[in-house]
């Protein structure tokens, strides 16, 4: 076949791959990043997209509840940890998330993503109850709570192996895990980035036992810090070689380095077109995973527009002005939340079609 609109050979021997369906390789990934037109991803990773969902654009209805930003850990990206005490530290209880809930009575809402630091103090019993709490009050939403780097280190402190506290947490209402804590797998960068936190091979380990175990689960990278492409491509074959084992990621969400109060600022930001570069060989590169993920809250409205042309389907949530992580790192939306109506707008700004999903992608309505 002739594709006289792509100039390089190499490219186009990619290209003809990616349109036939055939997986490409690590050193293909690598000719995309360095290579390929922006145009020529964009066509490459929509082919995936479509072929995959159609011209449906994903958005749930959901809100964050961070019950802590204290961490034992010290990584060079964040601005959200503190120490015990330390001014703009927080600590959310049972009654403050009793009184969130209340705020949600009667309201449509099919997820509660619940996240924080690892809090030094705290283990699978203290946050089994908070999860016994939502099922009680709504048993109808979904909790995807605690990042494997959460898990890890509640599981231990309960004394329990990683299966039974897996198993426990599944028992007090544990649905699926997100995907945060990945980072960036190449040992001598996360080892630059975030010494202290949990292997590469142990945030894959806890999510092959929890796909084991029926516990679905979300996979992220953190780019655009230190990392080169490289790192990036192996990052990626790593998830696709657990989920060609598991099948149990539901999507892949890139989160986008955002370098204000935080140890790595000298990194400085990718730009836009590298945002979109990377959403679009993630999604030709992950043949495997059924949907990509652009996080509205890190990357802004404008760009999510834009990411819905480079393979992205799926937009996240209302939100609801419930997440520190980004607001505290420099994104633009301070409180960030998104009405269901500006969700859809979204959508159909890139002429797709809205579809208001469950936490596994089952479809709540169409618009
Ligand atoms: O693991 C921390 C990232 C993650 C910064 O599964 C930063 O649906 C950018 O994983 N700049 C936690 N990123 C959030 C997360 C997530 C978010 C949305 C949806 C889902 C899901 C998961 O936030 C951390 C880390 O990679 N992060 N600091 C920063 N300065
Ligand atoms: Fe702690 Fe997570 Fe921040 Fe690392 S990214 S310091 S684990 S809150």
Known sequence: MEFPEIKTAAIKDIYEKVLSGTRISCDEALVLYTEAELGELGIMASHVCKSLNGDN??????????????CIYNCKFCSYKRNINEPGSWEYGYDELQKRLDAYKGKELSEIHIVGGVHPKRDLHYYGKMLQLVKKQRPDIHIKAFTAIELDFMIRKAGMSLEEGLLALKDYGLDSIPGGGAEIFDEEIRRQVCEEKSSSDLWLNIHRKAHEL???????????????????????????????????FNVFIPLKYKKENNQLSEAGEVSGIE???????????LDN????????????????RLSLSFGVDDID???????????????????????????????????????????????????
């Open 57 to 70: 654009v994903y958005f749930n209805r959901n809100f964050h509840f961070e019950p802590t930003n204290i």
């Open 289 to 304: 995973f059924p949907h990509i993920k652009a996080y509205w809250p890190m990357l802004g409205k404008e760009l999510t």
């Open 275 to 285: 945002d979109l570069r990377n959403f679009a060989v993630s999604r030709i590169f």
């Open 214 to 248: 029926g516990i679905p689960s979300n996979a992220t990278i953190l780019y655009g810090h230190i990392e080169n492409y490289s790192h990036r491509t192996d990052h990626l074959n790593r998830l696709r070689e657990l989920q060609d084992e598991t099948g149990g």
């Open 317 to 367: 949530g209302t939100i609801d002005d419930s997440t520190k992580i980004y607001s505290m790192a420099g994104s633009e939306d301070k409180a960030p939340g998104l009405s269901s109506g500006e969700l859809i707008g979204i959508i159909k700004d890139a002429r797709r079609s809205p579809v208001e999903r469950d936490t596994l992608y089952n479809i709540i309505k169409r618009y």
